[in-house]
């Protein structure tokens, strides 16, 4: 199966300040990557699709980028609300596989 | 307004067995593929199983492969997931999800999510 691997496990920053969140895949999967955000307690929500479309209501200051086996999500300028959770997804090969989640913090 | 809610979740023994629910609303059923994720305590994200919007496909989890089935009825709206010969290790809130893209065998990515519902395996 993929294995996909995020970093930093943690990230530590300020509000205003820029996040960027990293995603390594152990083999190329073009650009069938996906970006989720969960808070405590909650159901993940989709974020970005296909390394760089934004769903739906998914504000601006969320970006993706990437192909192959790299690929970053950016937070240009963070907000409170931000401060989660984000794991990466693949699509490319069943077994759809999830990186580990990268723990954004205050 | 789409929405997924899941039940049947509880504490069961070890080897024993459980059905999960997810009823759906709000979105064309019958054109979604629907998955199965689960989450242990403290843990991330994995991905369980997903079936094809007419239930003529299904793909698992190794982890999961044999003991558990993923299944639908297109006239309820509703995905069903058979836990059975359950281990420590399901220990997790199971969530149904749907998948963003109509008809084909897509592992993703997962567009809606339910609330989950709480599986406790307990020797």
């Known amino acids: 199966e993929i294995v996909l691997t995020q970093s930093p496990d943690t990230l530590s920053l300020s509000p205003g300040e820029r996040a960027t969140l990293s995603c390594r895949a152990s083999?190329?999967?073009?650009?069938?990557l996906a970006w989720y955000q969960q808070k405590a307690g909650q159901a993940p929500r989709l974020l970005i699709y296909d390394v760089s479309n934004r769903a739906t209501g998914i504000p601006a200051r969320f970006s993706g980028s990437g192909s192959g086996t790299d690929f970053t999500l950016t937070i240009s300028s963070l907000e409170p609300e931000d401060f989660a959770v984000y794991y990466c997804?693949?699509?490319?090969?069943?077994?759809?596989?999830f990186g580990q989640g990268t723990r954004l913090e205050i | 307004q789409l929405q997924l809610v899941e039940s049947g979740g509880g504490v069961v023994q070890t080897g024993g067995s459980l059905r999960l629910s997810c009823a759906a609303s709000g979105f064309t059923f019958t054109t979604s593929g629907m998955h199965w994720v689960r989450q242990a305590p403290g843990k991330g994200l994995e991905w369980v199983a997903f079936?094809?919007?007419?239930?003529?496909?299904?793909y698992y989890a190794d982890s999961v492969n044999g003991r558990f089935t993923i299944s639908r009825d297109n006239s309820k709206n509703t995905v069903y997931l058979q836990m059975n010969s359950l281990r420590s290790d399901d220990t997790a809130v199971h969530y149904c999800?749907?998948?963003?893209?109509?008809?084909?065998?897509?592992?993703?990515?997962?567009?809606?999510w339910g609330q989950g519902t709480m599986v406790t395996v307990s020797s």
């Open positions: 083999q190329s999967i073009s650009t069938y």
């Open positions: 999800a749907k998948n963003f893209f109509d008809y084909g065998d897509n592992a993703g990515p997962f567009h809606a």
């Open positions: 997804q693949q699509r490319s090969k069943w077994p759809s596989t």
């Open positions: 079936i094809r919007y007419d239930g003529t496909r299904t």
